[in-house]
């Protein structure tokens, strides 16, 4: 067994100690590995999601951060596929619509009271990543569609008013593989100590880095299937 000084023993130890593990069943995985292999999936096979894995994601949500303790969340699963039918018709982009809401096996609607918190959306959004990262250190794939028709999901899902539909995250075993989108790189997005330079030059730059250019290949797809 290994024995350094008490010095090389201490760090050893300190660098275990933040070794997070994101711990799904019988599935785990080092979340710093969950956080750079999560993909938006938008094809799911059409195998029903467990219900014990659909409670354990929501599990995962509500230990997300909110301001004051007040978990201002609530989560509605939708797996009824005529519901799902409906709440996909609304969900578009112009006229790219997200298939995926309709044809995945759950859907997630996630709601945040505006009533109990005026940092609902924010802790809601926070507790949404919990879900999609637990999701995906469970085997399972999930997409977060924000464009959606609010009145008419909150109609057909009788939601009352103080709730507001943050976002719909569909739930699945993925039918895809998908690579990873291009990132603008850390040196250019982390400032020390105060806000650095930024010309018209960099934020155009930046958007060339990030934006629909980088993803033609899934927007293509998407409009593909849409003529289809």
């Given at each position: 067994?290994?024995q350094g ?10 660098l ?7 711990h799904m ?5 080092d979340i710093f590995?969950a956080?750079?292999t999560r ?5 799911y096979?059409?195998?029903r ?6 409670l ?11 301001g004051?303790?007040l ?19 609304g969900?578009?982009?112009y006229f ?6 309709s ?7 996630c ?5 109990k ?6 802790d ?6 919990n ?12 997409c977060?569609?924000?464009?959606f028709?609010?009145?008419?999901v909150?109609k057909e899902?009788?939601?009352?008013d103080?709730y507001?539909?943050?976002?719909l ?7 895809q593989?998908?690579r990873?989108?291009?990132r603008?790189p850390l040196?250019?997005?982390?400032y020390w100590?105060r806000?650095g ?7 155009a730059?930046d958007?060339?880095?990030?934006g629909?250019v980088?993803i ?6 998407t409009?593909?299937?849409f003529?289809r």
């Amino acid at each position: 067994m290994w024995q350094g000084s008490p010095e090389e023993e201490h760090i050893v130890s300190a660098l275990n100690s933040i070794i997070v593990l994101v711990h799904m069943g019988d599935f785990v995985m080092d979340i710093f590995e969950a956080i750079k292999t999560r993909r938006s999936i938008r094809v799911y096979k059409k195998h029903r999601v467990p219900e014990d894995l659909i409670l354990k994601v929501i599990d995962a949500a509500r230990y997300a951060p909110s301001g004051a303790n007040l978990q201002p969340w609530k989560f509605i699963v939708v797996t009824d596929p005529e519901m799902r039918k409906k709440i996909g018709a609304g969900a578009r982009f112009y006229f790219i619509k997200s298939h995926h809401v309709s044809e995945a096996p759950c859907l997630i609607v996630c709601l945040a009271d505006l009533k109990k918190s005026k940092w609902a959306i924010i802790d809601t959004s926070m507790a949404c990543q919990n879900l999609m990262l637990a999701a995906h250190a469970s085997g399972l794939a999930t997409c977060f569609i924000g464009i959606f028709d609010e009145e008419q999901v909150k109609k057909e899902l009788e939601i009352p008013d103080n709730y507001k539909v943050i976002g719909l995250i569909t739930l699945g075993f993925a039918a895809q593989n998908e690579r990873m989108p291009a990132r603008i790189p850390l040196k250019k997005i982390i400032y020390w100590e105060r806000f650095g330079s930024e010309t018209a030059f960099k934020r155009a730059r930046d958007f060339l880095s990030s934006g629909p250019v980088t993803i033609f290949d899934k927007v293509l797809r998407t409009i593909l299937r849409f003529r289809r």
